[in-house]
C-alpha cells in the first residue's frame, strides 16, 4: 500500500466544470497536507496548504481536509484549459510523502 | 515574494566530472531541500537542512554532497556520477521543519542534468 495515493487519471473536464482530484493516506501522524501543480518540464508549484480539518478557499481551489477518513482533496471551480497539469498530493509528519500525481486535462 | 531560484538550468556533464547546482531563497526559511524527480514520478526527497545544519540524509548515495553555506544557500557537489542520475534536481525551502514535519514548501525551476 502506498503512503498517499491518488487517482493517476488522466481526468478530463470541459471548461467551466468542476475537477475534483482526491488523494488518501495510510499514516495517521500525518499533519500537514500540499496540493502542488506541475507542468510538463516544469518543477511543482504550491497551489493549496491545509492543516486543520475542514475546507479551505484560495480563488478557484477548495482544499478539504478528513482527518478521520485520512482524505485530502482540491476542487477546481470554473476551470481553464490553463489548469491542464498534474496535480501532486503530498504530506508530512512521520515521513514525507509524495503521491504519483492526477493528470487533469480541462478540454476547451 | 516566494521565489527560490536554481542555478544551472540546464547541465550536461560526464561521469568523470565534477559539479555543483546551487540553490537561493530570501524568503527568510531555515529549512531546505533536495530532491529529484524522474520523469512521469514525484519527487523523492534526497537531503534536509535544518537551520544549516544537515537534519535528513534518505541514504543518497557519496557521489551527492550537499552543502549550506549560510541560511540562503544550499549547494549539491555532483561527482563520478552514473547515467541513472540523470533527472531534474529540484531544491525546496520551507518556514522551518521539524523531524519529517514541514510547513509548505517552495519549490525552484529545478536543474535538468544529463550524465553521459
Known amino acids: 500500500q502506498k503512503e498517499v495515493e491518488q487517482n493517476s487519471g488522466p481526468l478530463s473536464v470541459p471548461e467551466g466544470a468542476i475537477a475534483s482530484l482526491n488523494c488518501t493516506y495510510s499514516d495517521r501522524g500525518s499533519q500537514s497536507f500540499f496540493w502542488y501543480r506541475q507542468y510538463s518540464g516544469k518543477s511543482p508549484e504550491l497551489i493549496m496548504f491545509?492543516?486543520?480539518?475542514g475546507d479551505k478557499e484560495d480563488g478557484r481551489f477548495t482544499a478539504q481536509l478528513n482527518k478521520a477518513s485520512q482524505y485530502v482533496s482540491l476542487l477546481i471551480r470554473d476551470s481553464q484549459p490553463s489548469d491542464s497539469a498534474t496535480y501532486l498530493c503530498?504530506?508530512?509528519?512521520?515521513?514525507?510523502?509524495f503521491g504519483t500525481g492526477t493528470s487533469l486535462t480541462v478540454i476547451p | 515574494d516566494t521565489e527560490v531560484t536554481q542555478t544551472p538550468k540546464h547541465l550536461v556533464m560526464g561521469m568523470t566530472n565534477k559539479k555543483s547546482l546551487k540553490c537561493e531563497q530570501h524568503m527568510g526559511h531555515r529549512a531546505m531541500y533536495w530532491y529529484k524527480q524522474k520523469a512521469k514520478k514525484p519527487p523523492e526527497l534526497m537531503f534536509v537542512y535544518s537551520y544549516e545544519k544537515l537534519s535528513i540524509n534518505e541514504s543518497v548515495p557519496s557521489r551527492f554532497s550537499p552543502e549550506c553555506p549560510n541560511s540562503s544557500l544550499l549547494n549539491l557537489h555532483l561527482h563520478a556520477l552514473q547515467p541513472e542520475d540523470s533527472a531534474l534536481y529540484l531544491c525546496?525551502?520551507?518556514?522551518?521543519?521539524?523531524?519529517?514535519?514541514?510547513?509548505?514548501?517552495?519549490f525552484g525551476p529545478g536543474t535538468r542534468l544529463t550524465v553521459t
Open positions: 503530498a504530506a508530512t509528519g512521520n515521513q514525507f510523502y
Open positions: 491545509i492543516y486543520s480539518n
Open positions: 525546496a525551502s520551507s518556514q522551518v521543519v521539524t523531524g519529517r514535519s514541514s510547513y509548505e514548501q517552495y
